[in-house]
Nanobody, 123 residues
Framework: QVQLVESGGGLVQAGGSLRLSCAAS????????MGWFRQTPGKEREFVAG????????YYGDSATARFTVSRDSAKNTMDLQMNSLKPEDTAVYYC????????????????WGQGTQVTVSA
């Protein structure tokens, strides 16, 4: 499995920006898809954005819109999520995940998870 550690969450006012980072270790990532998910209490984990590590293909969930951008640094084995124009409804715990199915948006296809980082957007 891949070990994942998220960072960069926090409290921000509506309209502000945050950049989340996920540091991966343990295995080579070329065989993995990496994804960002978010979850609020009582709701299912929601796909936000992902990237196939082998070719850098990026893909987004409905929740990401044009405000979020996923990126990676292959040399550092890190994946970032730049979030702009944040809204209170973006408040959630954001998780980084790794899985073997390229292009997947289903959390069941991701078998390595970070501990999550809280993002809170105040009105």
């Amino acid at each position: 499995q891949v070990q994942l550690v998220e960072s960069g969450g926090g409290l921000v006012q509506a309209g502000g920006s945050l950049r989340l980072s996920c540091a991966a270790s343990g295995r080579t990532l070329r065989a993995y898809a990496m994804g960002w998910f978010r979850q609020t209490p009582g709701k299912e984990r929601e796909f936000v954005a992902g990237i196939n590590w082998n070719d850098g293909l990026k893909y987004y969930g409905d929740s990401a819109t044009a405000r979020f951008t996923v990126s990676r640094d292959s040399a550092k084995n890190t994946m970032d999520l730049q979030m702009n124009s944040l809204k209170p409804e973006d408040t959630a715990v954001y998780y980084c995940a790794a899985g073997r199915l390229f292009g997947s948006r289903n959390p069941r296809n991701f078998d390595s998870w970070g501990q999550g980082t809280q993002v809170t957007v105040s009105a």
